[in-house]
């Protein structure tokens, strides 16, 4: 082993780079659909030594910031393009029109996702200290990161490093303590310490192995404590039944409108299909119908016709909203991702518009400027989407009422939820269709877990290809179709859990995670300072 730290460190150049792009792409191993959540004791344990290597080069800062700063980067491109290659298979929806941006996007998307690695690298380097210290200044450093890209620029948490923690069942259970972005912090400790015993040139360190000996056994008892939370958690649903609908419609072909007929009537087809009478909800996925269905008279009445007394369909579709002048003069319109309540009689009664729009995917940055140049977002509507208002509350008629969560809105953490007001459950319909057989329905998917964990709170998940479900607030799962598969689900709603700590202290967890890892590190700068 401490062969292996010293061959590590001392690596340069491209050696360096490749190493640590392949350190960051194993990385992504941790998560769904493999789970090798293990897999991160040796790519942490691997940063860290690199990390020596930067620290070993000489008493000039600014040399061992640009190293570290460079291997954070080529540690980040490696795990940014194996956890989102699955980008990829949304420009071969349409290879015509976006086929040709593939080798620039896999590259810009996983490079600019990078620096948020790479500032994590530098800060870390800024703090990097013989012994256990380095442990706690990977861990702020990379903690902060991983805020940071969840929040900048309308932010993207997907894969963030805590939900290497949480594989299905015990452990999961974690993330009702913390939540993800805390338990970040904590992953990082405890994957990055057992390599920090060892240093190339140095005797092994006590207090990282002391670390390493202390957060193995708290890793134990959090399972142990999530296998008797999930002993203890009652399978208990509500009254309320419902009926997930997924098609399975193929993304090439939806959007052709010699197809949109045969689509809505295959819609129809599984919600009336034997067991309708006993289904209070009925739920389609995002923008199942490839047309304005609340401008569609006849599309509403169909609805109406196919629904029994006192049922619902929830359903995704985009919306137009006209905007006129006083006089009533139309002057332009506005379109929105929206998930729709439609009662029996065909009459829509509520509505949410998606808030978290996709860059490049709903919308353009500079969107009048880059159309003019010719580039379209990838749903290809002119002026692309426009973003709507809340969160909200969205009353379902003989339901609790639910926070509604269109496509990817589901990954942000502290958003997916009124703070002020508690929803009885999550609705997360999404189109997944876009990524194939990719690991990124599984991904999502998993997320999707992982906050009906943090919240207590059951996700319903309606997908047009799957993966559709029903999961409680522990995350389990009580029914579910299989990614690319055709049909429906019939289940009872869940009821909602008890408020988890992450529910009553979010942030306040995530700031006590990070100020303790601080303190400690000054401890360990402390503890040296004296020793030497």
């Keep these: ?151 900048v620029l309308t932010g993207l948490p997907w894969n963030l490093i805590g939900y290497g923690l949480l594989p299905e069942g015990p452990l999961m259970q974690l993330a009702a303590l913390l939540g993800v972005y805390a338990l970040s912090i904590v992953a990082v400790l405890l994957f990055a310490a057992p390599a920090a015993i060892l240093s190339a040139g140095q005797a092994p360190s006590k207090g990282a192995a002391a670390l390493a000996a202390f957060l193995l056994v708290a890793l134990g008892l959090g399972f142990v404590w999530g296998d008797r939370r999930l002993a203890a958690a009652a399978d208990i649903a509500t009254d309320v039944r419902l009926r997930i609908v997924q098609a399975n419609i193929d993304q090439a072909n939806k959007w052709r409108p010699e197809n949109s007929a045969e689509i809505f009537a295959d819609y129809l087809d599984l919600t009336r299909a034997p067991g309708i009478d006993e289904v209070n909800l009925v739920i389609w996925p995002e923008t199942a119908v490839p047309f304005l269905l609340a401008d569609t008279p006849e599309a509403l009445a169909a609805i109406g016709e196919a629904l029994p007394q006192d049922t619902s369909l929830l359903v995704g579709s985009t919306r137009r909203s006209a905007e006129r002048t006083p006089s009533g003069r139309l002057t332009g319109q506005r379109i929105f991702n929206s998930l729709l309540v439609i009662d029996e009689g065909g009459t829509v009664i509520a509505g949410y518009d998606k808030i978290h729009l996709v860059p490049f995917g709903e919308y353009l940055p500079f969107q009048d400027l880059l159309e003019s140049l010719g580039f379209m977002q990838m749903t290809g509507i002119r002026g692309g989407f426009s973003e709507g208002t809340g969160p909200r509350l969205l009353p379902i008629p003989g339901a609790a009422p639910t926070s509604p969560l269109i496509c990817y809105e589901i990954i942000f953490p502290d958003d997916v939820t009124d703070k002020m007001k508690r929803p009885g459950w999550l609705i997360n319909v999404t189109n997944d269709a876009w990524f194939g057989s990719s690991a990124g329905p599984y991904q999502h998917f998993h997320q999707a877990q992982v906050r009906a964990v943090e919240q207590g709170l059951p996700v319903v998940r309606a997908a047009n290809t799957g993966i559709s479900a029903v999961i409680d607030a522990y995350g389990r799962v009580h029914a579910r179709i299989g990614l690319g598969e055709r049909g429906f689900v019939d289940a009872y709603l869940p009821k909602a859990g008890p408020r988890t700590p992450f529910v009553k202290l979010g942030f306040i967890l995530e700031i006590f995670a990070l100020v303790f890892a601080m303190l400690a590190w000054l401890v360990c700068h402390r503890c040296e300072q004296v020793r030497t």
């Design 1 to 151: 082993m401490a062969r292996a730290a010293a061959w590590v460190g001392q690596l340069q150049g491209l050696k360096r780079a490749a190493f640590a792009v392949l350190l960051g792409a194993a990385s992504v191993l941790a998560f769904a659909p493999v789970h090798a959540w293990p897999v991160l004791f040796v790519t942490f344990g691997g940063l860290v030594w690199l990390l020596d290597g930067c620290h070993a080069r000489g008493s000039e800062l600014r040399i061992r910031l640009r190293c570290a700063g460079l291997t954070g980067f080529w540690f980040g491109f490696g795990y940014f393009l194996a956890g989102f290659y699955w980008m990829a298979e949304a420009f071969l929806v349409e290879p015509w029109r976006h086929g040709w941006l593939i080798p620039f996007v896999m590259t810009a998307m996983p490079a600019g996702m990078a620096l948020f690695f790479a500032a994590a690298g530098a800060l870390a380097m800024v703090m990097w200290r013989p012994g256990a210290g380095r442990v706690f200044a990977l861990a702020i450093a990379l903690g902060l990161a991983e805020y940071a890209r969840g929040h």
